[in-house]
């Protein structure tokens, strides 16, 4: 990467990190998930960034691809998992944090939780070097939650990232999936994610999450699929987006021409993930440059 590359790079890492310290100002027991991601989308554009994505509040058992609908009037509760991007002219930083919004036994049993995914997190960041493998980094965080007493969520993975693209094809896997890749220099996100579940730790797809992604252009029939098409092309290019930006912007009206769009091939619709026997699921993330001669955690 040039120099204006890693500068832009660099700097959506501050604005993430800014944001992370903004979230653990608003986000509090049954405020509507609503107010917490507009809040935070319009924050990062206040500070010179770009969603990169719909604000992700995944409650308990869901453990990611949860953002509120446009009418959505769930409050915050259980265990909350805030995940979040910034970019800066498709330069990526992707970050999330996890809060205990319970009380009484279930409240201490959370914070563990979020305890196991943040201390992966920190002991994969100081495995991190260039040629490290993902088998190594995937091997620490499974050993760190394994000691915690809990099961990492091992077909939920951290992943490279490249301009416009959030997953760009590299894997960084929460168990040692042997596969052995080794980091180049490039951008990755780690997020190790845990459960309190004694069975395997998995996701399966659950209910459709508002969140799309443009796939690939398609032959649509209604002037206003194609309109809203063109907007998404130019705003979005292939970054996710959610139903609640497209009706703000065009009314609830283009709930059709999404549907029409998603039909069509255009574009491809998100479902929200959830642990597959219902136990509660905790997050930790962060972005990190890795060159040859040194690391930055761009998000911290």
């Known amino acids: 990467m040039d120099t204006k590359e890693k500068d832009k790079i660099l700097k959506a890492g501050k604005?993430?990190?800014?944001?992370?310290?903004?979230?653990?100002?608003?986000?509090?027991?049954?405020v509507p998930l609503l107010e917490i991601a507009e809040k935070i989308e319009s924050e990062i554009v206040k500070l010179g960034g770009k969603p990169a994505f719909p604000v992700n509040l995944s409650i308990n058992d869901i453990a990611a691809h949860y953002t509120p609908s446009h009418n959505d009037e769930t409050l915050a509760y259980g265990l909350l998992k805030v995940d979040f991007g910034v970019h800066i002219d498709g330069f990526i930083a992707d970050t999330s944090l996890s809060f205990d919004l319970d009380t009484g036994e279930s409240s201490h049993e959370n914070k563990e939780l979020i305890?196991?995914?943040?201390?992966?997190?920190?002991?994969?960041?100081?495995?991190?070097?260039?040629?490290?493998?993902?088998?190594?980094?995937?091997?620490?965080?499974?050993?760190?939650?394994?000691?915690?007493?809990?099961t990492p969520i091992i077909n939920l993975s951290g992943h490279s990232i490249e301009q416009y693209?959030?997953?760009?094809?590299?894997?960084?896997?929460?168990?040692?999936?042997g596969k052995n890749l080794k980091?180049?220099?490039?951008?990755?996100?780690?997020?190790?994610?845990?459960?309190?579940?004694?069975?395997?730790?998995?996701?399966?797809?659950?209910?459709?999450?508002?969140?799309?992604?443009?796939?690939?252009?398609?032959?649509?029939?209604?002037?206003?699929?194609?309109?809203?098409?063109?907007?998404?092309?130019?705003?979005?290019?292939?970054l996710p987006f959610c139903s609640r930006w497209?009706?703000?912007?065009?009314?609830?009206?283009?709930i059709l021409s999404l549907k029409e769009l998603e039909n069509s091939g255009s574009l491809h619709h998100f479902s929200q993930l959830v642990e597959s026997s219902h136990s509660n699921v905790s997050q930790a993330e962060h972005t990190i440059l890795v060159e040859k001669d040194k690391i930055t955690v761009t998000t911290i």
């Open 15 to 30: 604005i993430a990190s800014q944001i992370r310290y903004y979230t653990k100002t608003i986000v509090k027991k049954d």
């Open 183 to 238: 980091l180049e220099e490039g951008v990755y996100a780690i997020e190790p994610f845990a459960t309190n579940s004694s069975a395997s730790g998995r996701v399966y797809d659950g209910k459709p999450s508002g969140i799309y992604s443009l796939t690939k252009r398609k032959p649509v029939r209604s002037p206003n699929a194609r309109k809203i098409l063109d907007f998404i092309e130019k705003e979005y290019s292939t």
């Open 115 to 150: 305890k196991a995914s943040e201390e992966a997190l920190e002991n994969a960041i100081k495995k991190i070097k260039y040629n490290v493998t993902t088998s190594e980094i995937g091997k620490v965080i499974h050993e760190t939650i394994n000691k915690k007493g809990f």
């Open 165 to 177: 693209e959030l997953h760009s094809g590299i894997t960084i896997p929460n168990i040692d999936d």
């Open 246 to 254: 497209i009706i703000k912007k065009f009314g609830s009206s283009s």
